[in-house]
C-alpha cells in the first residue's frame, strides 16, 4: 500500500510545473508534446489535429495576445484536445506563454 502511494504521489509531482519555472520550462512541459518544441507542431498530435504552426507570421497576424491567452485559460472552443490550462498554470505562467509564443514567430537561428 505503501509503495503504490509513493508511486502516485511521484507521478503526480512528475507533471507539476512550478511557479519559478521559465515559460521555456513549462512550453516543453505542457505544451511541446502536441505543439513541438519550435511551435511549428510538426507532432503526431499537431499533424492529425492540425494544428497551426505557431510561428507563421499570417497565424501571428490573425491571432490577438486575448485570443491567445483565452486559448491557454480555457481551452479551444473548436478543438476539446486543447484543454483549459487555468487550473494547471499561474496567470503569470499564462502571459509568459502568450509572449513566448509571440517570439516563436522570429527564432534565434
Ligand atoms: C494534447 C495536445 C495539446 C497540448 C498538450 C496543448 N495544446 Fe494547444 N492546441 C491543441 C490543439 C489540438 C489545438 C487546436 C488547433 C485548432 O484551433 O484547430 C490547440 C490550440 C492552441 C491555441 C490556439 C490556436 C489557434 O489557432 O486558435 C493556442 C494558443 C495553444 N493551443 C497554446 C497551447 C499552450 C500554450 C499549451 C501548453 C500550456 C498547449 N497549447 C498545449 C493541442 C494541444
Known amino acids: 500500500m ?3 502511494f509513493a508511486l502516485v504521489l511521484a507521478l503526480s ?3 507539476t510545473v512550478y511557479a519559478e519555472d521559465t515559460p521555456a520550462d513549462v512550453w ?3 505544451c511541446k508534446s502536441c505543439h513541438g518544441e519550435d511551435g511549428k507542431a510538426k507532432t503526431k498530435m ?3 489535429e492540425k494544428i497551426p504552426d505557431f510561428t507563421n507570421a499570417d497565424w501571428q497576424k ?3 495576445d486575448e485570443v491567445i491567452k483565452d486559448n ?3 481551452g479551444s472552443k473548436e478543438n476539446a484536445k486543447m484543454k483549459a490550462f487555468k487550473d494547471k498554470l499561474t496567470p503569470e ?3 509568459a506563454l502568450v509572449k513566448y509564443i ?3 514567430s522570429a527564432p534565434a537561428k
Open 46 to 48: 499537431g499533424e492529425k
Open 72 to 74: 491557454i485559460t480555457n
Open 2 to 4: 505503501k509503495t503504490r
Open 102 to 104: 509571440r517570439g516563436l
Open 62 to 64: 490573425k491571432h490577438s
Open 13 to 15: 509531482l512528475s507533471a
Open 93 to 95: 505562467q499564462i502571459d
Open 28 to 30: 516543453k512541459a505542457k
